[in-house]
């Protein structure tokens, strides 16, 4: 039996009891949440980053809901692709058929992310993007965001929320543009390069 010692705090690791919850890596990840495309579709993007803490450390169990309209700009109103086993009520993944918008994805042990969804169009006035909720140890509350995906400079520059954001500010809600199809979207929560969150009322 190894024995710790309890006199000095640094050798005591942390213990669900000693740490803010909730905590999401039971039950609600599920496999597939992250294939929100349909397979095979010519318009699929991947999306991916890294959630951060305010002192830049990663979080290994936070996760992201992503929304997004379809590539002519519309939100889905198809039912859900999830299929579950009939035998055991467990998830079986998405049928890859139908695009529903939306996807949940759990980082892992560095704090990364990815999703494959199809590149939403502009809707209205706004710019391209995804909607994002942020869940993570510690948010009693979760946070909103979005992504905005570059490509069209005029649409970025006009789209109303984003003139609304410190210019010092608003390339935290600009996913970078790796090439092939790929974006970078990383995710503070608080500190040095902050991402932007939104407050719905």
Same mark, same amino acid.
């Given at each position: 039996m190894t024995k710790i010692d309890t006199s000095r705090p640094e050798t005591v690791l942390p213990t669900p009891s000693h740490t803010v919850g909730p905590f999401y890596g &039971? *039950?609600? #990840?599920? #496999?597939?949440?992250?294939? %929100? *495309?349909?397979?095979? &579709?010519? !318009? =699929?993007?991947?999306?991916?980053?890294?959630? =951060? @803490?305010?002192?830049?450390?990663?979080?290994?169990? *936070?996760?992201?809901?992503?929304?997004? *309209? @379809?590539?002519?700009?519309? %939100?889905?109103?198809? @039912?859900?692709? %999830?299929r579950r086993d009939p035998a055991s009520g467990g998830y079986l993944g998405r049928n890859g058929v139908e695009f529903t918008g939306w996807g949940r994805v759990q980082t892992d042990a560095n704090g990364h992310w990815y999703a494959r969804t199809l590149r939403p169009g502009a809707r209205?006035? &706004?710019?391209p993007y995804l909607s994002v909720c942020v869940f993570a140890r510690g948010l009693l509350v979760h946070l909103y965001t979005r992504i905005y995906l570059p490509g069209d400079e005029a649409a970025l520059a006009s789209d109303p929320l984003l003139r609304r954001v410190d210019e010092a500010r608003r390339g935290t809600l600009i996913?970078? @543009?790796?090439?092939?199809? =790929?974006?970078?979207? !990383? %995710?503070?929560l608080q500190g040095e390069g902050e991402t932007v969150f939104l407050e719905f009322q």
């Open positions: &039971h *039950a609600l #990840p599920f #496999p597939g949440g992250g294939d %929100i *495309a349909p397979i095979g &579709h010519p !318009d =699929t993007i991947t999306v991916q980053g890294y959630i =951060t @803490d305010g002192e830049g450390n990663p979080l290994p169990d *936070a996760f992201v809901e992503l929304w997004g *309209a @379809d590539p002519e700009g519309n %939100i889905p109103q198809v @039912d859900g692709s %999830i209205g006035q &706004h710019a996913a970078a @543009d790796q090439g092939n199809g =790929t974006y970078r979207f !990383d %995710i503070r």
